[in-house]
């Protein structure tokens, strides 16, 4: 490959001169670093092998070996996909042969001294193929693997340990697939409802996100894989997602999307975080000293690098000096920033030698904390992985996470004595939707349906062949047909004779674009209204939150959201009852867009590629969701937090006290209904002067078996009981007395008590 090809010759021209300036320097630093204590079996010329040493002391070692231009190697990636479209600078990219085919990236590693090469891998539900044209179909390609279902379903099951189950098995197919760097992690709150990329992150709230998201990557990162968190940050739509400018003060920030990402970061340690394409406060995310320098590596202390969007690099020396450590995807950018001209740019000091050691040891550190070193990726050796097992943790968080948001006169679960049951739509006979664009996880042996979209990226529209028909067959006396939906009359007259109707509505959303409006797409609205009756169940599966003009008409509603390799199976098993409901919403559905902040998307799609249209996230500020609906006293259609089971709870005997630096709340949760169910118990507090009447404080999702009661314990983390001030990088407690509410939706509050918190100021990690 053209670009390739010179940038290695570039390379070995230059590693000479390099290596006389790094002997310089080492004579003239005076302090050697202290001694390790070395093990007898680590190779005496690669002392950083010292499984013993940290993280840092290793990268250390090794740093010294390294010539500049090495360490400015692996900074520098390429897609690893070939691509015909690129327009600039080179037409026709060819990816290097090393890389894995239709991959997301790749980063040369350095053979002389054991770094590996750095494979990437898309995303956050599974190992992803980017688009793999007809022609280059092979039986590997692209790769069948087992897909969770979409982030904010997994966001629904409100349950860290399936969050970490499910990021364990991607991340463990991620290495058998010979990859050890994953682009998951994705978890930009949800500012606009549209957002086509809505299904791959956590909701809305920080905490909620921040907690799921930050699992996930633990679970991926098990495997000595590591995680992105991504995308670094307020990169919450689509439309105009390279130009706009999203404004937002420091203080909001840190209160919301940077508060998400905070949390995330303590709670998974991710080795990588991805900035994104927007620009935030006039900079472009890549290149905002504010988000990279100050808020990630200096305040948060992030040891690990900073990864360019695909695309998102925009220059050499302000993104090096800003904190960008790694410019992505090669050729997606107009230039090579980091590549020839990052070498000028430190030759000639705009770029300090000491930035370069940084940008490197960044990477590097990251490497041995996550185990790349020590735990090598073997190859493909995607033969030997456990699909049915990977299928069942998929499947468990599909079930954890899918919400029974209406059910009158317990139609659901589906009545034994049914002699019919009709379904209508969305493909239920053969499979589960899936969310389009760089994430898509490709289901083994194809998609059931063949692609509708049929317009290349963000396609093709992906169906996993988990039936939720036959999953209902399996398990009923009762008749099942079906029928597609498309002749609306005949579907409403077969849904007159049935004893039951479950009819699908079905959103497919993708990167690169956002809905234009909350509606179900092509007429579906007005099949299920056709089909509508007190016996009728609707099953949704959409990329977030969607408006239902049919409501008061049907029995029972259910968000399935994209359920994921056996999303067919989960469905027909919370329908049938064998396994009880206990997803909640983590994100508001409101009634109808002009209840958002934003009723019109910013940003117009037909503006020159070097315009960059203001968005403003200061209209709602730290507000999201839940608290801009509490704030403005609105009623959305289904509220933050809400989910039925098909047993009812009690939660009472709430108390609250001071704790520490924080707040604990106890309280018990009673099953008070006939079957073994999980409730997920909700606190939420409230101050003066927050952006918002309430915030989510904490949660726990408690499994009580029939007449039996639980007592739960939490702790609400002082930051959420704080605000924050940006002058002086604090987060400060008001004396006073603060409500403290028992909650199982952000609208159902069960009891509420009254607790004194004395005055504190936390540093800017909450400590
Ligand atoms: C997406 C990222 C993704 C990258 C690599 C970009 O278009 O925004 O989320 O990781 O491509 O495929």
Redesign the pocket.
Same mark, same amino acid.
Request: net charge negative.
């Given at each position: 490959p053209a670009a390739f090809g010179q940038r290695l010759l570039a390379t070995t021209a230059l590693i000479g001169a390099f290596a006389l300036t790094t002997a310089a320097h080492a004579q003239t630093t005076n302090a050697p670093p202290p001694a390790p204590t070395v093990r007898t079996d680590v190779p005496a010329d690669r002392p950083w092998m010292d499984t013993n040493l940290s993280a840092e002391a290793r990268a250390d070692l090794i740093l010294k070996e390294m010539t500049l231009a090495e360490k400015l190697d692996l900074t520098f990636g390429y897609f690893s996909t070939d691509q015909q479209w690129q327009q600039t600078p080179i037409k026709n990219y060819v990816y290097p042969k090393e890389g894995r085919p239709f991959s $997301?990236?790749f980063v040369p590693g350095i053979p002389r001294l054991g770094i590996p090469n750095q494979w990437q891998t898309? $995303?956050g539900v599974g190992v992803a193929t980017?688009t793999v044209p007809e022609a280059a179909r092979t039986a590997d390609l692209p790769r069948g693997r087992t897909a969770l279902p979409s982030g904010i379903n997994t966001a629904a099951t409100w349950n860290p340990e399936v969050a970490e189950a499910g990021g364990a098995m991607i991340g463990n197919e991620a290495f058998l697939s010979g990859f050890n760097v994953q682009?998951a992690g994705?978890m930009n709150l949800l500012r606009e409802a549209r957002n086509g990329r809505n299904f791959e992150y956590g909701g809305e709230d920080p905490l909620l996100s921040g907690i799921i998201t930050g699992h996930e990557i633990k679970g991926i990162q098990s495997n000595h894989v590591i995680s992105t968190m991504?995308?670094y940050a307020f990169n919450g739509q689509e439309t105009n997602r390279n130009q706009m400018d999203h404004h937002i003060e420091d203080k909001a920030a840190r209160e919301s999307d940077l508060l998400a990402f905070q949390i995330a970061y303590e709670t998974g340690n991710p080795g990588s975080v991805?900035c994104s394409?927007n620009r935030v406060n006039g900079f472009y995310a890549c290149e905002s000293d504010w988000l990279l320098n100050q808020v990630l590596k200096t305040d948060w202390g992030f040891k690990g690098y900073v990864m360019s969007?695909?695309g998102a690099t925009h220059s050499t020396t302000q993104a090096a000096n800003q904190g960008l450590d790694q410019q992505s995807?090669w050729a997606f950018d107009r230039s090579p920033y980091f590549a020839g001209a990052l070498r000028e740019a430190v030759n000639n000091g705009y770029v300090s030698e000491a930035r370069a050691n940084d940008m490197a040891k960044r990477i590097l550190w990251a490497m041995f904390e996550v185990g790349l070193f020590d735990h090598p990726v073997n190859g493909d050796q995607a033969t030997t992985i456990d699909y049915v097992k990977n299928g069942k943790i998929s499947q468990t968080d599909a079930e954890e996470g899918m919400v029974l948001l209406k059910n009158t006169a317990g139609l659901l679960p589906l009545s034994k004595t049914a002699k019919s049951i009709l379904i209508v739509g969305a493909h239920a006979d053969v499979g589960v939707l899936s969310g389009g664009g760089?994430?898509q996880v490709y289901p083994k042996g194809g998609s059931p349906v063949p692609d509708e979209f049929g317009k290349g990226f963000p396609g093709p529209k992906t169906w996993y062949p988990s039936s939720p028909m036959k999953g209902i067959q399996a398990r009923t006396q009762a008749t099942v047909t079906y029928l597609d939906g498309k002749d609306i009359k005949a579907a409403a007259a077969a849904a007159k004779k049935a004893d039951v109707v479950v009819v699908f509505g079905e959103q497919w959303t993708g990167?690169g674009f956002d809905m234009p409006d909350l509606n179900l797409p092509n007429n579906q609205d007005a099949l299920i209204s056709a089909v509508a009756s007190k016996k009728t169940v609707v099953v949704l599966q959409t990329g977030g939150p969607v408006v239902m003009p049919w409501l008061s008409k049907v029995g029972a509603v259910v968000e399935a959201w994209y359920p994921g390799s056996n999303g067919g199976e989960a469905i027909a098993r919370v329908l049938t009852g064998e396994v009880n409901p206990s997803g909640h919403l983590p994100a508001t559905f409101p009634a109808s867009l002009d209840q958002t902040p934003r009723p019109v998307i910013e940003g117009d799609p037909k503006l020159d590629a070097d315009s960059h249209p203001m968005g403003n996230y200061n209209i709602e500020g730290a507000a999201i969701g839940y608290k801009w609906f509490d704030k403005k006293g609105l009623k959305p259609l289904f509220p933050f937090g809400h989910g039925l089971s098909y047993t009812t709870f009690a939660l009472s005997d709430l108390t609250a006290a001071a704790d520490g630096k924080g707040l604990k709340a106890s309280f018990a949760v009673k099953n008070t209904g006939a079957v073994s169910g999980k409730e997920v118990a909700q606190v939420y507090v409230a101050g003066n002067g927050w952006e918002a009447p309430k915030r989510l404080g904490a949660f726990k999702k408690v499994e009580v078996a029939p007449g039996e009661s639980q007592s739960v314990s939490v702790t609400v983390d002082p930051r959420l009981l704080a605000t924050y001030d940006s002058a002086s990088k604090t987060w400060n407690i008001a004396a006073g007395d603060y409500k403290v509410m028992l909650a199982t939706s952000a609208a159902d509050i069960a009891q509420t008590v009254t607790v004194h918190l004395d005055a504190q100021t936390l540093d800017v990690k909450g400590k």
């Open positions: $997301a990236g898309d $995303a980017q682009l994705g991504k995308h991805m394409y969007d695909w995807g760089s994430s990167e």
